[in-house]
């Protein structure tokens, strides 16, 4: 396992510019095979999709005109980065979007690839690759419908960097959804010494708060490159209950909805019949002198 | 909440016992396995309560894409329409329990077929003159008097409009069951390993057990079950009535050995339903038809166990009510009498009661009577499997909508709080009138009747008592 270990590392750093963070990765080492424990470590992260499925679904349905209540992301293509063991990428398939799922631990594909075998229709929805985003670029130049990248900004080494690399590998119009926790005073308390010290909800030394992003400057990185932000909510997590909520406030963790700017500078979903209409239709001021 | 962390670090702790102790040779090979189809959900129990649950999900719109199986020991049930003769096994669907039924469209088979309304429900002690009567105040339908084939029809033809998402195999039984381990340990198959008496393998994400009483799925998950045989047997017919009469009304008397139960079904036909003694029950059953009809006769108008003292006593707390509420009590009817019974329609079974600890576990979940046995003298038996239903396929229908693993215990658990909130008392309080009815003391007969009497006079409580009986 050292080895293996070693050759990820290996790899990781002969890339110049890198969104992965190699000390990042070696906290996530140590607990890549207890991604399905559902009451363990990653216990929030289960809870989470409560609300962030729920949250990806009705965005992305409220913006398409066609789709099947029995199987609503239908012929969307969805690239979850950072997707761990595979807790987000799999509800969203069994929605029916066909995912990508990259993790730059190897370990980590390796528990979502066992994890998703033992389902036929997962297993085919599905793909895993053990890779940064940056690597992915070259070959998926607007290739997905949506991205997802949900608790990893605040892993991530080059926040401008990931984002330019999401731009490009998303359609025109496409959609971008981001989890992460805000940098407050407030959040270094619950979110750091409450929920890593005291509570043990969070593996401790999991989060750095001198890495989390307030949803100004995420906001600010996203417009100045080319996307449009629609929504910002705040996300709450009740560790009695072990469950999250929304929130007016976003002062611990909070969900950010962006769609990249399309071609003729309008945000038209991909997929739906108006895209179509409109390229068919021959200009109606051509021959027009100005 | 920290009840529920405890019960939450409580089922934990028996998750990692459990585990424990059940895993070891019984956990499948993969490449075995792998070839067992597989199912989103398997409904092990084809009777109304797992029909319906197979219908309702079939019908579900977020279960479009799903594959649903039902396992029925049994031979396919389907009238077009329906022999001359009633069947002795009927059920009193509730309002509630129809709303269900109309939900995936089997209600309008049951019209179609045959079913009597009822209107009132009298219930009266037959150690004093206490009465209570049941009845809506717009006159609507208390409930419905249904035959249970009537009702097994109409979730044939359910099953038959879903059916490239429901398959029923039919005379087909479970005999082992091997359950997954936990979930973290991921070289074996997540799911629930089904095996069939013709040797064939099923896996399911989710099993529902709906098998009964002696729910094979609830001894093979080892899920423990409070039970208790009461020392009765209930005896159907199917009786004549002497004279045509608008039959909208359930009557139901509390004979110290049992209740006797008279439930429309038609102009002039009635249901028995009477629990007793087993020696008695089977004298009922050997007796000639004459000597029967003399004694349900007999069971509803005499007057043998009233005493003096409770007669006094009852009429002087009725006095007292009425200065407090001059129209508080209301008019006894007179049941009808009967003329004859039906030819080969008595019968009788058991009675008990029963109620499991818990009604899930990692991918399993219990419904019906699999779940909970009652007597059947407030007439709930099916309508609490009905309110199962519609709590269960809410549940799964909202999980399918977000992604999640139907089996996962997290909305199983929502499942099981909220019915069992629901039934416990009514499971607990079903079985409390039926043992303070079961006397002739006289302290506990002044108790039932001033209570029977003072509910009958006091609207609300009365009104309460109805729409508990809602599921």
Same mark, same amino acid.
């Given at each position: 396992q050292?080895?293996? $270990?070693?050759?990820?590392?290996?790899?990781?750093?002969?890339?110049?510019?890198s969104?992965?963070d190699?000390?990042?990765?070696k906290k996530?080492?140590?607990l890549?095979h207890?991604?399905?424990?559902?009451?363990?470590?990653y216990?929030?992260?289960?809870? !989470?999709?409560?609300?962030?499925?729920?949250?990806?679904?009705?965005t992305l349905?409220n913006?398409?005109?066609n789709?099947?209540?029995?199987?609503?992301?239908?012929?969307?293509k969805i690239?979850d980065?950072g997707?761990g063991g595979?807790?987000l990428?799999e509800p969203?398939?069994r929605?029916?979007?066909s =995912?990508?799922?990259?993790?730059p631990?190897e370990?980590?594909?390796?528990?979502?690839?066992?994890?998703k075998s033992?389902d036929p229709?997962?297993a085919?929805?599905?793909q895993?690759?053990s890779?940064?985003?940056?690597?992915?670029v070259e070959e998926?130049m607007e290739? $997905?419908?949506?991205?997802?990248a949900?608790? =990893?900004?605040e892993?991530v080494?080059?926040?401008e960097? $990931?984002i330019?690399?999401c731009?490009?590998?998303?359609?025109?119009?496409?959609?971008?959804?981001i989890?992460?926790i805000?940098?407050?005073?407030?959040?270094?308390?619950?979110g750091?010494v409450?929920?890593e010290?005291? !509570?043990?909800?969070?593996p401790?030394?999991t989060?750095?708060w001198?890495k $989390?992003v307030?949803?100004?400057e995420?906001?600010?990185?996203?417009e100045?490159?080319g996307?449009?932000?629609?929504?910002v909510?705040?996300?709450l997590?009740?560790?009695l209950s072990?469950?999250w909520?929304? !929130?007016?406030?976003?002062?611990?963790n909070?969900?950010?909805?962006?769609?990249?700017s399309?071609?003729?500078?309008?945000s038209?979903?991909?997929?739906t019949?108006?895209?179509v209409?409109?390229?068919?239709?021959p200009?109606?001021?051509?021959g027009t002198?100005? | 909440?920290?009840?529920?962390?405890?019960?939450?670090?409580?089922?934990?702790?028996?998750a990692?016992?459990?585990?424990?102790?059940?895993?070891?040779?019984?956990a499948?090979?993969r490449s075995? &396995?792998a070839?067992a189809?597989l199912?989103?959900v398997v409904?092990?129990g084809?009777?109304?309560v797992?029909?319906a649950?197979?219908?309702?999900l079939?019908?579900?719109i977020h279960?479009?894409?799903k594959?649903?199986a039902?396992?029925?020991?049994g031979?396919?049930?389907?009238?077009?329409?329906m022999?001359?003769?009633?069947?002795?096994?009927?059920s009193?669907i509730s309002?509630g329990? %129809?709303t269900? #039924?109309?939900?995936?469209?089997?209600?309008d088979h049951?019209c179609?077929?045959?079913?009597?309304p009822?209107?009132?429900?009298?219930?009266?002690?037959a150690c004093?003159?206490?009465?209570?009567v049941f009845?809506?105040?717009?006159?609507?339908?208390m409930g419905?008097?249904?035959e249970n084939d009537?009702?097994?029809?109409a979730?044939?033809k359910?099953?038959d409009?879903v059916?490239d998402r429901?398959?029923?195999?039919?005379?087909t039984?479970?005999?082992g069951?091997t359950?997954p381990?936990?979930?973290?340990?991921?070289?074996?198959?997540?799911?629930v390993?089904?095996?069939?008496?013709?040797?064939?393998?099923?896996?399911?994400?989710?099993?529902?057990? %709906?098998?009964?009483?002696?729910s094979v799925?609830?001894?093979?998950a080892?899920?423990k079950?409070i039970?208790?045989q009461?020392?009765?047997?209930?005896?159907v %017919?199917?009786?004549?009535?002497a004279e045509a009469?608008?039959?909208n009304v359930?009557?139901?008397r509390?004979?110290?050995?049992g209740p006797i139960? #008279?439930l429309?079904?038609s102009?002039t036909?009635?249901?028995l339903v009477?629990?007793?003694?087993?020696?008695h &029950?089977s004298?009922?059953?050997?007796?000639?038809?004459?000597s029967?009809?003399?004694?349900?006769n007999?069971?509803?108008?005499?007057?043998?166990?009233h005493?003096?003292f409770?007669?006094?006593a009852g009429a002087?707390f009725?006095?007292?009510?009425?200065l407090?509420?001059?129209?508080g009590t209301?008019?006894?009817?007179?049941?009808?009498?009967?003329?004859t019974?039906?030819?080969?329609?008595r019968?009788m079974?058991?009675?008990?009661m029963?109620? %499991?600890t818990?009604y899930v576990?990692?991918?399993?979940?219990?419904i019906g009577?699999?779940?909970h046995?009652?007597h059947?003298?407030a007439?709930?038996g099916?309508?609490?499997?009905?309110?199962?239903?519609?709590?269960l396929?809410?549940?799964l229908?909202?999980?399918?909508?977000n992604?999640?693993?139907?089996?996962?215990?997290?909305?199983l658990l929502?499942?099981e709080t909220?019915?069992?909130?629901h039934?416990?008392?009514?499971i &607990?309080?079903?079985?409390v #009138?039926?043992?303070l009815?079961?006397t002739?003391? &006289?302290?506990?007969?002044l108790?039932?009747?001033?209570?029977?009497?003072?509910t009958?006079?006091?609207p609300?409580?009365k009104?309460r008592i109805?729409?508990w009986?809602?599921?």
């Amino acid at each position: 396992q050292l080895s293996l $270990f070693r050759l990820t590392m290996k790899r990781l750093s002969s890339t110049s510019h890198s969104s992965v963070d190699s000390k990042e990765l070696k906290k996530f080492q140590l607990l890549a095979h207890k991604w399905w424990d559902e009451e363990g470590e990653y216990s929030a992260l289960h809870s !989470m999709n409560d609300i962030r499925v729920p949250f990806i679904r009705d965005t992305l349905l409220n913006m398409s005109s066609n789709y099947h209540l029995g199987n609503p992301l239908s012929g969307v293509k969805i690239l979850d980065v950072g997707c761990g063991g595979g807790l987000l990428s799999e509800p969203l398939g069994r929605l029916g979007a066909s =995912v990508t799922g990259i993790d730059p631990l190897e370990d980590n594909i390796r528990t979502a690839d066992q994890h998703k075998s033992f389902d036929p229709v997962l297993a085919k929805r599905i793909q895993y690759k053990s890779s940064s985003l940056e690597e992915i670029v070259e070959e998926c130049m607007e290739t $997905f419908d949506v991205i997802v990248a949900s608790e =990893v900004v605040e892993h991530v080494g080059d926040l401008e960097m $990931f984002i330019k690399c999401c731009s490009q590998v998303l359609k025109p119009g496409g959609s971008l959804f981001i989890t992460t926790i805000n940098k407050t005073q407030l959040s270094y308390v619950l979110g750091i010494v409450v929920a890593e010290k005291i !509570m043990g909800i969070v593996p401790e030394g999991t989060h750095e708060w001198e890495k $989390f992003v307030p949803p100004e400057e995420l906001e600010s990185l996203l417009e100045s490159n080319g996307f449009s932000v629609k929504t910002v909510n705040g996300m709450l997590y009740n560790p009695l209950s072990g469950s999250w909520s929304w !929130m007016e406030s976003t002062s611990i963790n909070y969900a950010m909805h962006a769609v990249k700017s399309g071609v003729q500078g309008q945000s038209r979903p991909p997929g739906t019949l108006s895209e179509v209409e409109s390229e068919q239709q021959p200009s109606a001021t051509a021959g027009t002198a100005l | 909440t920290s009840a529920m962390m405890a019960g939450v670090c409580g089922r934990r702790l028996l998750a990692v016992l459990g585990g424990r102790l059940r895993a070891g040779p019984r956990a499948p090979l993969r490449s075995v &396995a792998a070839a067992a189809s597989l199912y989103d959900v398997v409904v092990s129990g084809g009777g109304m309560v797992g029909s319906a649950m197979a219908a309702v999900l079939g019908h579900d719109i977020h279960f479009h894409d799903k594959k649903i199986a039902l396992l029925e020991a049994g031979p396919r049930k389907e009238y077009d329409c329906m022999p001359d003769s009633y069947s002795n096994r009927v059920s009193s669907i509730s309002p509630g329990s %129809a709303t269900l #039924l109309s939900s995936f469209g089997a209600w309008d088979h049951v019209c179609s077929l045959r079913l009597k309304p009822f209107r009132r429900m009298q219930v009266w002690d037959a150690c004093s003159e206490a009465m209570i009567v049941f009845e809506k105040d717009d006159l609507d339908d208390m409930g419905y008097i249904v035959e249970n084939d009537v009702i097994m029809s109409a979730l044939t033809k359910q099953l038959d409009a879903v059916a490239d998402r429901v398959e029923v195999f039919y005379e087909t039984k479970a005999v082992g069951y091997t359950w997954p381990l936990p979930s973290h340990s991921c070289d074996t198959s997540p799911w629930v390993q089904i095996e069939l008496a013709d040797g064939r393998r099923l896996q399911a994400k989710l099993l529902i057990g %709906a098998d009964g009483h002696n729910s094979v799925v609830r001894k093979e998950a080892e899920i423990k079950n409070i039970e208790h045989q009461y020392d009765q047997s209930a005896v159907v %017919a199917t009786l004549h009535l002497a004279e045509a009469t608008d039959n909208n009304v359930a009557w139901q008397r509390f004979l110290p050995t049992g209740p006797i139960a #008279l439930l429309p079904l038609s102009d002039t036909a009635s249901s028995l339903v009477w629990s007793t003694s087993h020696e008695h &029950a089977s004298e009922l059953l050997a007796m000639d038809e004459e000597s029967f009809v003399d004694s349900v006769n007999s069971a509803f108008w005499s007057n043998v166990n009233h005493s003096d003292f409770i007669d006094t006593a009852g009429a002087m707390f009725r006095a007292a009510l009425s200065l407090l509420k001059p129209s508080g009590t209301a008019v006894r009817q007179l049941p009808p009498s009967v003329a004859t019974v039906d030819p080969e329609s008595r019968a009788m079974f058991p009675l008990g009661m029963g109620h %499991a600890t818990h009604y899930v576990q990692n991918r399993v979940a219990l419904i019906g009577d699999a779940a909970h046995r009652v007597h059947p003298l407030a007439g709930q038996g099916v309508n609490l499997g009905f309110g199962d239903i519609a709590c269960l396929a809410h549940h799964l229908s909202a999980a399918a909508f977000n992604g999640s693993d139907l089996g996962s215990l997290k909305h199983l658990l929502k499942f099981e709080t909220e019915r069992q909130r629901h039934n416990v008392s009514l499971i &607990a309080a079903i079985d409390v #009138l039926k043992r303070l009815y079961s006397t002739k003391l &006289a302290p506990l007969v002044l108790l039932r009747t001033w209570g029977l009497q003072a509910t009958n006079a006091l609207p609300p409580v009365k009104v309460r008592i109805s729409l508990w009986s809602e599921p």
